[in-house]
Nanobody
Framework: VQLQASGGGLVQPGGSLRLSCAAS????????MAWHRQAPGKEREWVGR???????SYSASVEGRFTISRDIAKNILYLQMNSLKPEDTAVYYC????????WGQGTQVTVSS
């Protein structure tokens, strides 16, 4: 199983960005899919998740600004990020569990003016 993250870049504070995570297997088969991030000098932290039934949950730091969704037909996990702040700057990783843990490579998001 492979997860391929993309969509990172440089964005101004208050801006938006959408990350994608393409899965080599059906996203329906994952018990859970999630996004994590790691800022420079900090530990990796959980951002949000979606379970097999489509229920989402988010960390307090992104609740109301970030939205996780899945495109079942394309086998893609998305992270829509709005109202971005400088403290959202990090490498973002997608994750999935379908009997084992799978991680995508990171994609850099930089929020700066």
């Amino acid at each position: 199983v492979q997860l391929q993250a993309s969509g990172g870049g440089l964005v101004q504070p208050g801006g938006s960005l959408r990350l994608s995570c393409a899965a080599s297997r059906s996203v329906r088969g994952f018990k859970v899919m999630a996004w994590h991030r790691q800022a420079p000098g900090k530990e990796r932290e959980w951002v949000g998740r979606v379970d097999a039934g489509g229920t989402t949950s988010y960390s307090a730091s992104v609740e109301g600004r970030f939205t996780i969704s899945r495109d079942i037909a394309k086998n893609i996990l998305y992270l829509q990020m709005n109202s971005l702040k400088p403290e959202d700057t990090a490498v973002y990783y997608c994750y999935g569990n379908r009997g084992a843990d799978y991680w995508g490579q990171g994609t850099q998001v930089t929020v700066s003016s």
